[in-house]
């Protein structure tokens, strides 16, 4: 698996036994990170992408323990936070849309209260927990989230936390784990990240493998059965970009980009042809990069220059997700070695995962003796 990425591993070791919940196990969740392989941009006007998850992963460790606490670590970003479970008993229960938004606005305001407003991925742990936990049957617990996935980068850095959240607890209180239930919670968790999200990201992270995915009235998402799924290398740019300002740029110019968003949609199914059929997509990686470079505020000087510096190594590459920094990826074909690119791109100060999976299975509670 790729390396950790300087982000602190949770503490394995066995815990005290003495706090440990006498009637409840700890419960390991790993969860992918995804990358638009084809389609970005075009997809927000109708046109199919093609999604598959990577082998770079979120992992949420849920320890109950005997004392009515609710305990968050986060090492990657610093965060160690509690409550008593009881500063959720004056909530209303939910019930329905309406009693789930009212529920989350009260527990948003309490945490403001108690100046522990730290960020969603907090937010979220208690409000999936008023939503699961009956108020009778409350228990402490401790959760430790890892992340071996650069957050805003585009690969679904949110969905997996959501898509852990979901299965662990719902594991915890011996619920509804089935893929569909999982993934409908993690739906409800991103759009507390991100408003209106379009789904896709969250549906990857649940499922696994590849998927096409099409908007309309009722966005479409078909799982593709793929033989032999390419690897990549994911190279983070380590330039901020904002995805919201770079979508609203290119669409200003919609009309006169409607050709290339229809060129990009048909590479999408020749590259889902490809890929179902073991054919090489290196040609279709650096022509979709090429359409990308069109599309106003989505290329950078950093990404450019990681395209460039794959490209002379017989790495083809291209950027994923909304561009104007973030990750490019690229696509290691048959005998090529990446030893010697990985090494200049990270003395050009890039962060890069090499040898990445494609198609890997979606989240799942991690099994004893899982690497």
């Not at 790729?2 to 591993?9: A, E, K, L, T």
């Not at 999604?51 to 670590?73: D, K, L, N």
């Not at 329905?96 to 979220?124: M, T």
């Not at 048909?266 to 650096?286: E, K, M, P, R, Y």
Request: aromatic letters at 6%; a neutral charge.
């Amino acid at each position: 698996s790729p390396p950790d990425m300087g982000m602190s591993p949770p503490d394995m070791s066995p815990p005290d036994m003495a706090t440990l919940h006498p009637r409840r196990m700890q419960v390991k969740v790993r969860c992918p990170g995804k990358v638009i392989l084809f389609g970005e941009h075009a997809s927000v006007y109708g046109e199919p992408s093609l999604v598959t998850t990577v082998s770079a992963y979120t992992q949420v460790v849920f320890e109950p323990v005997i004392e009515p606490i609710i305990h968050f670590e986060a090492p990657a970003f610093d965060f160690k936070l509690q409550c008593k479970v009881t500063l959720l008993d004056d909530v209303i229960p939910i019930t329905d849309e309406e009693s789930e938004r009212v529920a989350y606005d009260q527990i948003k305001h309490k945490l403001s209260q108690k100046q522990s407003f730290k960020g969603d991925s907090w937010f979220l742990l208690l409000c999936f927990y008023h939503k699961l936990v009956p108020l009778r049957d409350r228990f402490g617990v401790k959760v430790t989230a890892t992340t071996q996935l650069w957050p805003g980068s585009g690969l679904g850095s949110s969905a997996s936390y959501c898509c852990c959240l979901a299965l662990g607890l719902l594991t915890l209180c011996k619920q509804d784990t089935s893929p569909d239930n999982v993934n409908m919670l993690a739906y409800q968790g991103e759009k507390v990240f991100h408003g209106t999200p379009s789904g896709v990201d969250n549906t990857a992270c649940t499922y696994g493998g590849y998927l096409v995915y099409q908007k309309n009235k009722d966005p479409k998402f078909t799982r593709i059965p793929v033989p032999h799924p390419p690897r990549l290398l994911i190279v983070n740019s380590r330039e901020p970009h904002n995805t919201a300002s770079i979508v609203k740029g290119v669409r200003a110019h919609r009309k006169a980009l409607s050709s290339t968003f229809q060129r990009i949609g048909q590479i999408s199914l020749q590259g889902l042809d490809c890929v179902t059929h073991d054919q090489d997509i290196g040609t279709l990686i650096t022509e979709n990069q090429s359409l990308l470079k069109k599309l106003p505020g989505v290329q950078s000087r950093r990404t450019d220059q990681i395209v460039e510096m794959c490209g002379k190594r017989g790495v083809p590459a291209k950027i994923t997700g909304a561009g104007g920094g973030g990750v490019v990826i690229g696509v290691i074909r048959e005998g090529v070695e990446v030893g010697v690119l990985e090494r200049e791109l990270t003395e050009a100060g890039f962060q890069v995962i090499r040898d990445i999976k494609t198609g890997v299975p979606g989240v799942h509670v991690v099994v004893e003796g899982e690497e």
